[in-house]
């Protein structure tokens, strides 16, 4: 398994306040992502991450803004959080397997804002 | 732009049956990757399946197999031998060669009767 953690695992928050999830890879990946699931959705991108510093807006990237500052580590930051942030938030890598470009993911963090 | 359509919100197969996923696509690439992820219950988004486009050999995984045809931009997944453990929403994924940029389908739940 890639070694991808993510933090905090669950969280519930009131609206209004901010919140940060945590993205951790040990696999030394370039590419870092963010999307969130929501039923009848699928995955969508929040925003994602082509290297240090570098960041760049997925699909529904309003309201969320990420950081970079480490190669291993992604933050995705709700400055205000509402309703309709509640969802599933996964943290992905891509790399290289087998000469494919291949995405793998973290184990998702569940927010509920009350 | 690129789309990804799963048109099977949910499906169920019989234990030791076989099943097949649907996914069409949408692209004017020629160079690109198109993959199918599992979810089970524990929200941990698994690899299951991945197909070169360039390829024209179908990718296979054990009980796990694909039917890609390139000009009906179509990319089904067979499982063969269903078992319990297979019970999960499946998700359909497509990425253009370096990109590194994912597209997935709304996804299908896969139930498995004993």
């Known amino acids: 398994d890639a070694g991808i953690t993510q933090s905090p695992r669950h969280k519930v928050t009131e609206t209004g306040t901010p919140v940060t999830l945590r993205c951790h890879q040990t696999?030394?990946?370039?590419?870092m992502y963010w999307y969130r699931q929501d039923p009848g959705h699928g995955l969508r991108l929040i925003h994602y991450?082509?290297?240090?510093?570098?960041?760049d807006k997925g699909e529904v990237s309003d309201g969320y803004s990420v950081s970079r500052s480490k190669t291993e580590d992604f933050l995705l930051t709700l400055e205000s959080a509402t309703s309709s942030q509640t969802s599933v938030y996964f943290c992905?890598?891509?790399?290289?397997?087998?000469?494919?470009?291949?995405?793998?993911f973290g184990p998702g963090t569940r927010l509920t804002v009350l | 732009a690129q789309t990804v359509t799963q048109s099977q919100p949910e499906m169920s197969v019989q234990e030791a049956e076989t099943v097949t996923l649907s996914c069409t696509y949408d692209?004017?690439?020629?160079?690109?990757?198109l993959f199918w992820y599992k979810q089970p219950p524990s929200r941990q988004m698994i690899l299951v399946i991945r197909?070169?486009?360039?390829?024209?050999q179908n990718a296979t995984e054990n009980r796990f197999s694909v039917n890609f045809q390139k000009a009906a931009k179509s990319f089904s997944l067979k499982i063969s031998d269903s078992q319990l453990g297979d019970a999960a929403m499946y998700f359909c994924?497509?990425?253009?060669?370096?990109?590194?940029?994912?597209?997935f389908g709304t996804g299908t739940r896969l139930k498995v009767l004993a």
């Open positions: 992905a890598i891509s790399g290289l397997a087998g000469g494919v470009d291949t995405q793998y």
């Open positions: 696999e030394n990946h370039r590419y």
């Open positions: 991450s082509y290297g240090v510093k570098d960041t």
């Open positions: 692209t004017s690439e020629s160079d690109y990757y």
């Open positions: 197909q070169e486009a360039y390829k024209q």
């Open positions: 994924a497509y990425s253009t060669s370096g990109t590194y940029k994912y597209i």
